[in-house]
């Protein structure tokens, strides 16, 4: 799961047969699990409302990652899962990604000298799907802006790009 920003949410259950044990649990003060985990800890379950908080001091409350994994010996069945999160997820069994929904805030920074238009078309090519946002830029000089939030797969087909 990654937190972008507001509240903060990450719920895993799923019902099984008598099995115990803990979650290797790390956190990142990014969104996308990279680098060093700032802080590293086992939790007895996935359970969490951190509201505006974070996981811990060392994570901040805003923009940050979590990657849970446990092994657990499940029996040939039907199970059900259910996974609640805030702002994106991705969740695998035995190898299998069952969940993707990993959303990523796009941002432009607007410089002085290109505050001369009303109407900047930013196009955002993402998950096979175009978007228009226009943007406003004479208001906007030397501010990053927001273009939405949206799913990448990740491929080389995916980008932003700006026509004047």
């Known amino acids: ?51 505006a908080g974070s996981p811990a001091a060392a994570i901040q409350s805003d923009h940050f990652s979590a990657h849970w994994t446990r092994t657990v010996d499940l029996t040939a069945d039907m199970y059900t899962f259910s996974l609640t999160v805030d702002d994106g997820a991705r969740f695998w069994v035995n190898g299998q990604l069952l969940v993707d929904a990993w959303y990523y805030e796009v941002f432009v920074f607007i410089p002085y000298r290109y505050t001369t238009t009303a109407q900047a078309r ?28 949206y799913y990448f797969n990740g491929g080389n087909s995916e980008y932003v790009s700006l026509a004047m």
Not at 27 to 43: E, H, K, V
């Open 1 to 51: 799961m990654y937190e972008n920003s507001g509240l903060a949410v990450s719920k895993l259950s799923w019902v099984e047969k008598g099995s115990t044990g803990e979650w290797k649990a790390e956190y990142f003060n990014n969104m996308t699990l990279g680098g060093t985990p700032a802080l590293t800890r086992y939790d007895s379950a996935v359970n969490f409302d951190w509201g």
């Open 122 to 149: 930013y196009w955002v090519r993402h998950a096979a799907a175009y978007t228009l946002r226009i943007v406003n830029q004479s208001t906007q000089g030397e501010r990053w802006v927001s273009l939405g939030t």
